[in-house]
């Protein structure tokens, strides 16, 4: 989100570390980008013989939020890594996810391949949540008919929430000790979470609960001079937020819920306001993929880790005669019968969607 909030940036544009040191940006995002291209050629040339590097055209997809001046600052990070510019492209990430949506399924892509047929695609990111809005021309092409948009309404939002609850739980001083002392705790609570969040739900009754590590106890009982139970006591939750076997936090799900309010009612509205203009009114179908994964990992984090592997994805249209207020759904995993299926159920409509997963390998 730098590039995006940073309206002055140059190439000594700087960024803050974990431990809130600064550091120049552009060789930060030149050795990013180096380390994905020497990644990529060592896994073409394991697959694949007499692929050489001059023969790769290399695409960087961008938010569609970011201004000329972030473009630019990506070009020049590219330039710096001694790629050949010529084979560089920079794309939209929502253009780029409406284009991906042609390799879908069968259903989905006959529900986009009518002449005429005008669609919304919403790539919901880490950073972003962005939006592109096209119509199918004849011969398969692509006319955009509004300007991508979108905002800073991805994942990373409901996290600094989250940071926020740690450290008016545990106090600003035990959470910053933690970033800078104990790295890898830090690390590990943020990778919990990033699992956590992925599992919950409007639907979710349930208290939900977190690990703490005895460091943070400790880092929170040295800085505040109270026990853990004693500060939650005197902040005033009450039975909201709770300590269990000394090491976990239950809290009531109604205080999670919040931290993703705010991505959300302004991602809802964004769309409402978008689906109003006149020449929007078309638009008959939303794509948004529910992506399944599977791995033989106790505890995943990333889908990106070893062994992790996509089994399918699931494209829900969503109808545009519901608000988009009212838009509830039942997604259903299907085991024990002869198949594994993935179901989802638009709970206002009882339309429904299946996808047969295929794990043979």
């Known amino acids: 989100?730098?590039?995006?909030?940073?309206?002055?940036?140059?190439?000594?544009?700087?960024?803050?570390?974990?431990?809130?040191?600064?550091?120049?940006?552009?060789?930060?995002?030149?050795m990013a980008i180096k380390f994905l291209q020497t990644h990529l050629l060592q896994t073409v040339a394991n697959q694949k013989k007499g692929v050489l590097e001059k023969d790769i055209c290399y695409v960087i997809t961008?938010?569609?939020?970011?201004?000329?001046?972030?473009?630019?600052?990506?070009?020049?990070?590219?330039?710096?890594?001694?790629?050949?510019?010529?084979?560089?492209?920079?794309?939209?990430?929502?253009?780029?996810?409406?284009?991906?949506?042609?390799t879908l399924d069968v259903d989905t892509r006959a529900s986009l391949a009518g002449t005429g047929t005008q669609y919304m695609v919403i790539d919901l990111g880490g950073g972003t949540a962005d939006i592109s809005i096209q119509e199918k021309e004849q011969g398969g092409t692509?006319?955009?008919?509004?300007?991508?948009?979108?905002?800073p309404w991805g994942g990373t939002y409901v996290d600094a929430k989250y940071l926020k609850f740690?450290?008016?739980?545990?106090?600003?001083?035990?959470?910053?000790?933690?970033?800078?002392?104990e790295m890898a705790d830090y690390f590990d609570v943020i990778r919990e979470f990033e699992t956590k969040k992925r599992t919950f739900s409007k639907q979710t009754e349930d208290k939900f609960t977190?690990?703490?590590?005895?460091?943070?106890?400790?880092?929170?009982?040295?800085?505040?001079?109270?026990?853990?139970?004693?500060?939650?006591c005197s902040l005033g939750y009450g039975d909201s937020v709770i300590v269990k076997g000394g090491d976990k936090l239950r809290v009531k799900p109604d205080i999670v819920r919040s931290w993703f309010d705010g991505p959300l009612n302004n991602l809802v509205d964004h769309v409402k306001t978008l689906l109003k203009e006149p020449k929007l009114r078309a638009v008959q179908t939303v794509v948004a993929p529910i992506t399944i994964y599977r791995t033989t990992a106790e505890n995943?984090?990333?889908?990106t880790d070893p062994g992790c592997e996509l089994l399918g994805k699931l494209v829900v249209e969503l109808p545009r005669h519901t608000p988009l207020s009212e838009l509830d759904f039942d997604t259903t995993?299907?085991?024990?019968?002869?198949?594994?299926?993935?179901?989802?159920?638009?709970?206002?409509?009882g339309e429904e969607q299946i996808l047969k997963l295929n794990c043979l390998k």
């Open 210 to 232: 977190f690990k703490i590590s005895a460091t943070t106890r400790k880092q929170s009982e040295r800085f505040t001079g109270q026990n853990l139970e004693q500060r939650i």
């Open 300 to 303: 995943p984090v990333y889908v």
């Open 166 to 181: 740690l450290e008016h739980i545990f106090g600003n001083k035990a959470i910053t000790s933690l970033k800078t002392e």
């Open 1 to 30: 989100m730098v590039l995006h909030n940073n309206k002055t940036l140059s190439r000594t544009t700087t960024v803050k570390d974990i431990e809130g040191n600064s550091h120049q940006a552009l060789p930060i995002f030149s």
């Open 62 to 102: 961008v938010p569609a939020i970011w201004d000329d001046n972030a473009k630019e600052f990506m070009r020049t990070a590219v330039k710096e890594t001694g790629i050949d510019e010529t084979r560089v492209t920079l794309a939209l990430e929502p253009e780029a996810a409406s284009i991906w949506c042609e």
């Open 333 to 349: 995993f299907m085991f024990g019968g002869t198949e594994l299926v993935v179901k989802n159920r638009v709970r206002k409509t």
């Open 142 to 151: 692509l006319k955009e008919i509004h300007k991508p948009t979108g905002g």
